[in-house]
Nanobody, 113 residues
Framework: QAQLVESGGGLVQSGGSLRLTCAGSGFTLSDVIMTWHRQAPGKAREWVATFAPGGATFYTDSVKGRFTASRDDAKNELYLQMDNLQLEDTAVYYC???????WGQGTQVTVSS
């Protein structure tokens, strides 16, 4: 059964860094379009980044220059390196197999002042 499991979230001060991991099973991440989304309390789920099968990446304007998506094909994992985190980045972060619309459980990222 296909699954996605996010990890790596936590509490970090503004200006700090975290790396999120999205571990896939039951399918090959490199064969599909993968995305990162986030959702803050009381707000709609927001698209953050896309990692295409060929390696192309796309980011929402608010994270450009700070977040970097990458993929490890040997481990079947997707990553989101988040640098210079800001209070506005606080949210639950989800990865998604866009092709099948499969979501992970999410991991909490909290940025404090």
């Amino acid at each position: 059964q296909a699954q996605l499991v996010e990890s790596g979230g936590g509490l970090v001060q503004s200006g700090g860094s975290l790396r999120l991991t999205c571990a896939g099973s039951g399918f090959t991440l490199s064969d599909v379009i993968m995305t990162w989304h986030r959702q803050a309390p009381g707000k709609a789920r927001e698209w953050v980044a896309t990692f295409a099968p060929g390696g192309a990446t796309f980011y929402t304007d608010s994270v450009k220059g700070r977040f970097t998506a990458s993929r490890d094909d040997a481990k079947n994992e997707l990553y989101l390196q988040m640098d210079n985190l800001q209070l506005e980045d606080t949210a639950v972060y989800y990865c998604q197999n866009c092709d099948s619309q499969l979501w992970g459980q999410g991991t909490q990222v909290t940025v404090s002042s």
